[in-house]
């Protein structure tokens, strides 16, 4: 099953509180539109945050919004295929795939291309 929700900005509490009452489990995907909030203080809390939602068994593609770094300016991230786009990927955290700018991912024969969000100065 695929799930979709929006802005996360780092905070998974709703986010994780859904998933139980979706039942959510290992082979769904959630899409989250931006803003995730993995990428956002680039110190302990996004590991935190992402060893926390990893460990869940779901596959979050998350796609850039404008308040967090891109993966691909960031070390430790490698690019693989997924669903026919290609998606930046660590190894310690392998369910936490982020969307390439350009791609087009096909979703049980629904295509989408992923444009992330803006750059910001905030």
């Excluded at 998350?62 to 930046?88: A, F, T």
Aim: charged residues 25%; aromatic residues 14%.
């Amino acid at each position: 099953m695929i799930h979709i929700t929006g802005d996360t900005h780092g905070d998974f509490f709703m986010l994780e509180f859904s998933l139980r009452v979706w039942g959510a489990k290992k082979g769904d995907i959630v899409i989250i539109l931006g803003d995730v909030g993995f990428n956002y203080h680039l110190d302990e809390r996004d590991e935190e945050k992402k060893a926390q939602m990893n460990d869940l068994g779901i596959t979050f593609f998350c796609i850039q919004g404008n308040h967090e770094k891109r993966p691909d300016d960031l070390d430790g991230y490698h690019e693989m295929e997924w669903h026919g786009g290609i998606v930046y990927v660590q190894d310690e955290y392998p369910n936490l795939l982020f969307a390439k700018d350009g791609s087009i991912y096909d979703f049980n024969g629904k295509k989408a291309v992923v444009l992330g969000g803006a750059y910001s100065v905030d």
